[in-house]
């Protein structure tokens, strides 16, 4: 696989996370929706090359905590920080604050509907961001995106339409769009839910390599076996807390808590 300049530092013992130095922070973030009080006070550091998988019952505020760490949604309250800057809540960076346009451009999304540009082919889906937000030559950017391409299996599509792919395909340059950022963090939610059984491996194969070569991610998933496998950490979300928090093994295997483990029995049945 194309070693390029796009992944975080590869995962190796020079370039453990750092339990001290959190890539991103979230403090005391609540978010409310009319009356529903959606997150209730969630604290969370993610630190470089970590993957953290972010489980929990259908509405307990797994999407809006992940859209809040790149304000997607704005929250109500608390702190949240990338590499320590402070993030504001205007779209441009000031006075030591990271503001929300250059924020997106460190923290990348993928979606669970892929949100793909539909009258774009799939390179120009890909070079968008790094064209027109980056202000990369088209050259520079589509050489970029060809890597990108290559390495999630879609090269030889580069000039199909997104409804000319299948979803997995559709998935997969979505990730490689994402990629074109070079985020520093990459945040996905339920990234398979939308697919096809048959097509969920190719885009789990595709999440797995990313975790090899230590890209920082959080990816709110239902695929437990998977999140055992990949991720470095693992949080249970339950009624807008963080209920559970550690190694996936005692997260997911040896779980402690009568909700938590009702959760998880759903997946056993
Ligand atoms: N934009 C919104 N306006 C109003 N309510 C919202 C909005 N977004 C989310 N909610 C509500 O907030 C709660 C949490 O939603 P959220 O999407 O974060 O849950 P989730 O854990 O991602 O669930 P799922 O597993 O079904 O995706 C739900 O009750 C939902 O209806
Ligand atoms: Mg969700």
Same mark, same amino acid.
């Given at each position: 696989?194309?070693?390029?300049?796009?992944?975080?530092?590869? %995962?190796?013992? #020079?370039? *453990?996370? &750092?339990?001290?130095?959190?890539? !991103?922070?979230?403090? @005391? /973030?609540?978010?409310?929706?009319?009356?529903?009080?959606?997150?209730?006070?969630?604290?969370?550091?993610?630190?470089?090359?970590?993957?953290?998988?972010?489980?929990?019952?259908?509405?307990?505020?797994?999407?809006?905590?992940?859209?809040?760490?790149?304000?997607?949604?704005?929250?109500?309250?608390?702190?949240?920080?990338?590499?320590?800057?402070?993030?504001?809540?205007?779209?441009?960076?000031?006075?030591?604050?990271?503001?929300?346009?250059?924020?997106?451009?460190?923290?990348?999304?993928?979606?669970?509907?892929?949100?793909?540009?539909?009258?774009?082919?799939?390179?120009?889906?890909?070079?968008?961001?790094?064209?027109?937000?980056?202000? %990369?030559?088209? #050259?520079? *950017?589509? &050489?970029?995106?060809?890597?990108? !391409?290559?390495?999630? @299996? /879609?090269?030889?599509?580069?000039?199909?339409?997104?409804?000319?792919?299948?979803?997995?395909?559709?998935?997969?340059?979505?990730?490689?769009?994402?990629?074109?950022?070079?985020?520093?963090?990459?945040?996905?939610?339920?990234?398979?839910?939308?697919?096809?059984?048959?097509?969920?491996?190719?885009?789990?194969?595709?999440?797995?390599?990313?975790?090899?070569?230590?890209?920082?991610?959080?990816?709110?998933?239902?695929?437990?076996?998977?999140?055992?496998?990949?991720?470095?950490?693992?949080?249970?979300?339950?009624?807008?807390?963080?209920?559970?928090?550690?190694?996936?093994?005692?997260?997911?295997?040896?779980?402690?808590?009568?909700?938590? %483990?009702?959760?998880?029995?759903?997946?056993?049945?």
């Amino acid at each position: 696989m194309d070693e390029s300049t796009l992944m975080n530092t590869p %995962r190796s013992a #020079a370039a *453990a996370p &750092a339990a001290d130095d959190p890539i !991103l922070s979230v403090r @005391g /973030l609540r978010k409310s929706f009319g009356s529903i009080e959606v997150l209730r006070g969630i604290d969370l550091d993610l630190t470089r090359g970590e993957v953290l998988a972010i489980i929990g019952p259908s509405g307990s505020g797994k999407s809006t905590l992940i859209r809040c760490l790149n304000m997607m949604e704005v929250p109500d309250s608390g702190e949240l920080r990338l590499r320590g800057r402070p993030v504001a809540r205007g779209f441009r960076s000031r006075n030591g604050s990271i503001g929300v346009g250059e924020l997106r451009r460190h923290v990348g999304m993928v979606f669970q509907h892929f949100n793909l540009f539909p009258h774009k082919t799939v390179l120009e889906n890909v070079i968008e961001g790094p064209v027109v937000v980056l202000k %990369r030559p088209r #050259a520079e *950017a589509e &050489a970029v995106a060809m890597d990108l !391409l290559a390495r999630v @299996g /879609l090269d030889a599509k580069r000039d199909a339409y997104p409804n000319h792919l299948s979803g997995g395909q559709k998935q997969r340059v979505a990730i490689a769009r994402a990629l074109a950022m070079q985020p520093d963090v990459l945040l996905l939610d339920e990234v398979t839910s939308a697919l096809d059984p048959e097509l969920v491996g190719e885009v789990l194969t595709v999440v797995r390599a990313l975790a090899e070569e230590g890209m920082t991610m959080a990816i709110v998933t239902h695929e437990i076996a998977f999140a055992a496998d990949v991720a470095d950490r693992a949080v249970f979300i339950d009624r807008g807390v963080i209920a559970a928090d550690g190694t996936p093994d005692a997260v997911l295997h040896n779980p402690e808590g009568e909700r938590l %483990r009702a959760f998880l029995a759903r997946f056993h049945a």
